[in-house]
């Protein structure tokens, strides 16, 4: 846990430090992320000026990882959240950037700033996500911040 926590601080801080955008990885990446075992990883920095409709936490910032795994059905994640009150409810949603969008997914909240774990989902969503990671994000929602205190696009 130390080791993954050590690992996505890091990625969190580099991601912060040279000023990377929402989407680290672009739908066209996505072929290159997809491994020969039916694996596609997609991560986004997560910010609070991206909540739609706003406004999210201005000093909250974290890092999302998501691993589709296509061939087992499931959806597993790895979050990190920082500057934001205790997290409440972290999820998928489908929406393109700039959109507010409906619930696919549920995550465990990151309440003590990291969250991680894999669940079951509709292989047809796990494929649409892989095929299409644009039309997705993650947010993370708090008290003080119920429609989202950070969000970010996966594409």
Known sequence: MRKRLATLLALTLGLL?????????????????RGNNGTVRLTTTLTGDEEV?????????????????????????DLLVIKIDPATAAHIHEAPSGDAGRVVQGLMAPTDGTAEGCVAADPALIADIAANP??????????????GAVRGQLG
């Open 17 to 33: 430090l040279v000023g990377v955008g929402s989407g680290v990885l672009t739908s066209r990446d996505a072929d290159a992320a």
């Open 53 to 77: 409709p706003g406004p999210g936490d201005p000093d909250g910032r974290g890092v999302a990882r998501i691993t589709l795994l296509l061939d087992e059905g499931l959806i597993c994640y």
């Open 134 to 147: 644009s039309d997705y994000y993650v947010n993370v929602h708090n008290a003080e911040y119920p429609g």
